[in-house]
Every structure is written in structure tokens, then in C-alpha cells.
């Protein structure tokens, strides 16, 4: 077992992994591990974790998570949920008012899944184990959710794949740490800042991107020629894509329970 500064210095996004199978025993100490020791707020737990093991099933994830071959590979992949479900049953039990079917419970329950996925990931590597977050949990989130049954004020937030790591990617570079750190208040970076705190990562990053063949060449079709550029480009994190994505979301927040099914300033509109 490794201290959480070591487990910390030693994070790597892992998308290779070998076949060996994480042991039951394994995945139980880390999970209550994660549960007893993660903050909660009014310590009601609003989250869930669903375990996929079955290799039928992980063929599905991979297909909702946009065919990523290391979601086949992982031996194990966990679904991080926000669940209000399990508190809002316990609450109509004993005769207690309803609550949590709303944007602000979504927000809680929300935070709290990525505080329990942490802890888990944190769990995980420190007995070597490698993990991936899978942002795409977001983009597929319904799809996801009936898939696995989700029942209302019950959505993905995010999801791991966990194995034995088949790869030693090197460390990803992070700004210094005065563009994350402010003292009392809100720093605004001016532009020289702004020059001053990116110019690493865009030499590096840039020549990472250059370095990969298929990427170079979407790159030199699409005319782009800085790594600001390739991060809103069609190829990664696209505008358009983003804001037909962000309804997609608002919709199944009100599909399963989260939202009204009219905004607010629209019930106020003649």
C-alpha cells in the first residue's frame, strides 16, 4: 500500500490493461474503504455505485462509451451514480415530505458521486491498479442510465475502468500552481500571465499531438495550428458539439426527475 502523496505523484490515465482479474476481496476493501472515509453531505450518501464485470455487459458499456477498446480490456468497470432515489424511498417509508427531485438535489448528489469516485480511484492505484475516467459517461448518460436500470432521480455522472496497468504512460504536465491557486480572492491572469502560464503546455502538448501521425494529419486538413485551436476544434472538445450535448443533458435531468419540465423563466413568459 502506497501513502496518498505516492499514490498521487504516481496517477496515470491507464487505456492498456492486462487480462488478470481484480480480486473480489480487492474490490470489497476498496469500496467500504471509499464509503466510510468519503464526506458526505448530511451524511445521506447520495450516490450509488454499479460493479461490471460480465463480459456481455462491459460490450455494451464499451458501445455507449463510444467504442473505447479499454473499456473490453478492464476487468472491471464502475458506474459513478447521483442517487436521491434510495433517500426519497426511505422518506416516503416514514411518512417524511419528498425532496431531492430538484436541480440543486442533482448538484449535491452529483458532487458527491465524483467525491466517492476519487476516493475509489485513490483506492484502487494505491494497491497498484490502474484506472480511466470516462468522460463520455456525460454524453451517453440516459442511454446509460436504461441500460443499467436507473430508476428516477438516478443518473451516471462519471465512470472508471480498473486493471492491472499493461502500460507506463509518461506524467501529463499541469499549469504551475499560481494558475490554480488565489489568495482570498480571484486572481483575473492578464495576457502576459496568460502567455507566461501556457507557454509550456502549449510547446508540449503541441508537440505531443505532432508526434501521433493520425493527428498531425487532422491538424494540417482542418488548418489547425495550436493546441488552443485543437481543443475547440471538430476533433476534441467542438462548440456545437458541446451545446447539442448540454440539451441532451438538461433534457434527461428533466426526464428522470431532476427538472421541471418547464424552466422557470419560461412558466413566467405570456
Known sequence: MQTVANTLAG?????QFKP????????????????????????????SLIVTRDPARKQRLYELHGEQEFVLQAPLVITFCADW????QWLKLR?????????????????????????????????GYGICYMGTTL???????????LPETCLPITTIAVGVPDEQPERRER?????????????????????DLYRAR?????QRYMSMPRLKAMCEEGGITSLAQ????????????????????????????????????????E
Open 20 to 47: 488478470d482479474e481484480v480480486p473480489q476481496t480487492t474490490i470489497d476493501e476498496v469500496l467500504q474503504e471509499a464509503i466510510a472515509g468519503t464526506s458526505s453531505s448530511g451524511n445521506l450518501n447520495s450516490y
Open 85 to 88: 432515489y434510495r433517500t426519497r
Open 230 to 269: 485543437m481543443y475547440t476544434s471538430p476533433y476534441k472538445y467542438d462548440p456545437e458539439a458541446y451545446a447539442a450535448t448540454s440539451q441532451q443533458v438538461l433534457e434527461t435531468l428533466r426526464g428522470r426527475g431532476f427538472l421541471p419540465n418547464r424552466l422557470a423563466p419560461e412558466q413566467t413568459q
Open 175 to 195: 499549469l504551475p500552481m499560481r494558475a490554480y491557486v488565489h489568495d482570498e480572492v480571484y486572481q483575473k491572469p492578464s495576457a502576459a500571465e496568460l502567455d
Open 95 to 127: 411518512g417524511a415530505r419528498d425532496n431531492f427531485n430538484n436541480f440543486l438535489g442533482y448538484q449535491v448528489a452529483a458532487n458527491e458521486a465524483m467525491l466517492i469516485s476519487q476516493s475509489v480511484t485513490l483506492g484502487f492505484e494505491a494497491r
Open 202 to 206: 502549449e510547446e508540449s502538448g503541441w
Open 11 to 15: 496517477h496515470r490515465s491507464i487505456r
Open 139 to 149: 454524453q451517453a448518460m440516459g442511454q446509460i442510465a436504461d441500460y443499467l436500470g
